[in-house]
């Protein structure tokens, strides 16, 4: 949709690290389907739902799929999503005897959901990395520097002396705070989804528990006693979550970016940005990209929130929607976070320039 | 700004109920100004910045400080805030004896993040109020209409049978977890401010963190070990809090007006909004503003975000944007429950038609 | 909703100015609805739909109504918009020989979208006023200033040298077109709504046409071939240059209080605002301010584009959605205009510093 | 970014054409360079900047550049921009006597916005003739089943008798004055961007004007006598557009996702989207993604109006956000074009069910 923003494009690299982007590439999606209905099969084994030799056939026939990824992409455009296709060609690809452990129970929202989840497990993880990685260049800046004396300034304007450790602790006492909400966050998007065709695990019958909890286990991730597919505001909660910390960031980006104003010349930075114009210039361009991500994040996060306006058992204008925006939103977090590292670590000198 | 939202105006009513609106009234904050520098006075005095007859004597004038409403309100335009000339005619009412318990140490924005701490409080009590009586009414439509069989819908076509229990849990079980997300968000929004004028609270030495504490507990607020001047992701968080009820409350209004229309009729509501044309109408007004009262709060919460991009100390752009949309999330949202709890109260049929 | 933004209240001053935000007021939607629903019964009779008799009996007796204020704004809680009960009043009122000629062939939405119609006008023609005087401070300041050279400067860092006509042409320029723009807006803005119950004046058969293009001359607004009840680019077009108008606005306040720096001083302003902790302060409020009110209006501006998606013939959910935000909009920028002339007016001194 | 949304993604068709999305990869951006570079040498000679013979083998050299791409897209991480580094490799390539006509009195902004102004004409030209189409489409729609009643409804209730004709004019009617304002809009998008360092083309003295004035009519854009650097509104505008566009579809897709519910039936659709559970199923999807989009791109919206507060000469954060968003949007108004008419011929009957 918008090819400047992969890390392959010309302008990419400011805008996505390869880490998060592949994060979301039709591989993983195709890898998270298949342990999905791996997983089922196997559980509903284990439960009853079928016996132990058709769970087990059909677990070992769906972990050698192979599908043809082409046509999936194409039946997207005409069933909405690609897996109603994925079914298919997994029903036809399974031995007809297994074919009672297959996607038995789940509908496409079930896999699509759980992929998510997993992916952002995957996120989740890196960000707490990344996280303890600024949070530790931002102390070890304030043991450098902290005492240095420089400008307070309030309204733009020099107001009273300050310490650049009180500067710097405006930058990194949020992100200690965002590394526990993300503590909290996590298992409610790192939750498995099965509900089945409306949601309420009815094909099941009885086994629906049964075979959710288990489920959940074996793809370790969190078991809900109610599905969620049009209950969404924990992926709202953290997109929030996402927004707060590229805003957090967005913050000392513009301090910097002001600091590093001839005139002010509060911080000195090495490996400024050139200019096709200008040589002689040394662009603070990691600052003011974090001014852009967090103002591109904020942009974003109320198309989650409309997306709360899920009607009935599933909507499919609302969530598109959430797929539309909410992986850009963790790339470009991600994406933050290595830039804020980066320019950290570009910091030559900060305090006052005599 | 636009009168038209206030409960007083020709269509305020259902934009805005009085006991939220009322909340951002002139003399809420006067009055949490007023408290703010009587504690403080009195705080100087325990933790001996100045002696205990200074301190009782300011406390006491404070208290009865009544301020020039007019002339304060024409200040704000040329200050940006109200409380510079708060602080002048204080310290001109107060005998010059008491002057040095008067204002010592503290800035605007202490005053004025404090007394957004205190109103919270007070919105924070009802939503807590709202949505027990809410979940309540939800579990008592679930105890009465919870078996009756209804059509389970899936983008917007008929699915397969699902129950009205499982209809109504997807609009109460999120309510649940709103009243948990609440609880963990209070002890962070009902905080002290306290910094000073560059947010280090340097101007009490070596008692600006025994100031704070004891401030704290004067008014009944949480204490911070920094002040959030120029951290303001705890409200952008808050904002968020209120975006996520609303939303979940226009995923209720919208399968009500979804489930209102001649030919679906899975719910009947009594009192249904008229017509000028067509008297015969029974609108389901309340559902319907719940989606508009969503709608208006997602679109609210990105302000709350780009206000994270807070400069330096102070920000003269940032913090005012926060003004100009917190307010009427709060209010949109006490008005959304209270729609809500209304139009739940007018239901007296649900489930398949026949 | 959020008292804090009118021009009443503590905080106020810097969100609102009076003379728009009073266009807003409940007398104006009044008089709006007595004086389309007198040029409705004149028409009436012109046409042939009534006699002349009962026209003028109607349009006479209309023109002496005074609505009871309290119930309708009461009413409006449970229609939804105030017209119901408005008109429910006003048949009360005339005399029951006139009735043929009282809201005959229209709905709620004709009447409060030609309100619309007609504060915008009142709005327009204080915007084109206040362009061409902000135009003209700008001229002069070039005039004044414009040869005297000052840095250029690109991504925050010192470039080459420009003078200060370069920057303050980028401010007044795009003034130049957005008044080219309103003056291509204002006959899609100010147009006369009349489409009856479900938008195709089919209430009146054939007359309905003649009664639309009559009632538009009387009431000095646009004739539309066909309502516009469900079809709302045009409103959301206006919001955009709204919005606009304010970012154009909120770049010249970005600069000014960019070079308003102290290292920077390019720029020397008079009455500066001051601080409650810091009396050396002149801090350049209204500067910032004006990228407080871009932010502002530019958050807004989505909710006008959402409710684009009008369901059917009137949506209950998008329509309010407009009345939430439009007038808000309205007032900020009629806002930032008076701030930005007064803003320019402070100003003492432009260019480089020595 | 958000792999996601491409069309060669699982998921992507839904979200991307290739027409459009292949507008902004990389190649096109090059060649835009190139033919920038290409006709500024040209011109540097026609206006005697340089001699004619320079020009010449400056212009032919040009125009055989290859580019290291991977070079290039690792540079703009540093630069923030590909065009430092790609006017390095460029200034490398031709001969140094050729050097005086290369990248004589431009800078990277030049060189971007001018290939957004080429990329933007060609989506202009794809637009013109979508709505074209889509307008003939919905003619012989109108043709057909324009005089079958159907139910009018307001508030999501039934109100009085329509037609077919009242109810499908309000899709078409928005976009003819969609198609007249881009009209409008076409020559302020598709401009010439040359102004060099600071924006005032001073580097070519007295010869800016004319060099601007040639290079226009070379690639056939709008000349503007003054470089936008700073001044976006024109981008701004258009991105509404482009939401009035997809918003204006929303409305459309909303209408027929709730005509083709059961017991409403008013619209009958071939090629419904499937179901991975429910067989059965004939989902409206197209109708759906219209309204998914219409909220996509009233999402973005906002990127662009906070673009505008583009500090001084060339903003490092307002910028990138206009390129973050842009594309996207663009490429989203032309996918929802190309749903809209594949939806409009899945129609086979609209109308009263009976």
Redesign the interface.
Known sequence: ??????H?????????VPQF??L???DR??TAFVNFEVALAQVLGTVGVVDAATATAAARAISEFQPD?DT???A?????????E???QLKDFVDSSALPAV?KG???QD?IDTAFSVILRDANQLFEAQLTELNTALSDLEAKWGTVPM??????????P??VG??V??WR??LK??AE?LA?LRPQVEALQFG?????R??LGDHGEAVAVAMATALNLTHRP?ASH??R?NL??YA?WL??VT??L??M???I??M??????EIALS?G??????PH?????LA??L??Q??????????M??A???????????W??E???L??MV??TG?ALTHAHNLISQITRVGAAD
């Open positions: 949709m918008n090819p400047l923003t992969s392959t494009h010309l302008f990419g690299q400011l805008f996505a982007e592949t979301w590439h039709s999606f195709i990824l999936i992409s194409a997207a455009l005409h069933d909405g999503l690609p897996v109603p994925f079914a298919r996607h789940a509908t496409s896999l400008m307070g300034r309030t309204r733009m304007q020099a107001a009273l300050i310490t009180d500067r602790s405006t006492l949020p705070r965002h909400r909290g089945g065709a409306v949601g309420n009815a094909a109610r049009a209950m505001e709202a909660d929030n927004s707060l805003g957090s967005g913050k980006g513009q301090d970016a002001l590093a104003q001839q005139g002010i010349d490996g940005g050139g200019s096709s114009a200008m210039k040394q662009n603070p361009v003011e990209t001014v852009t967090a103002r591109f994040n904020a942009t974003q996060l109320p198309a929130h409309h709360l306006v899920h009607e009935q058992e599933r909507s499919g204008s609302a598109p929607l797929l539309m925006v992986p850009a790339t470009t994406t």
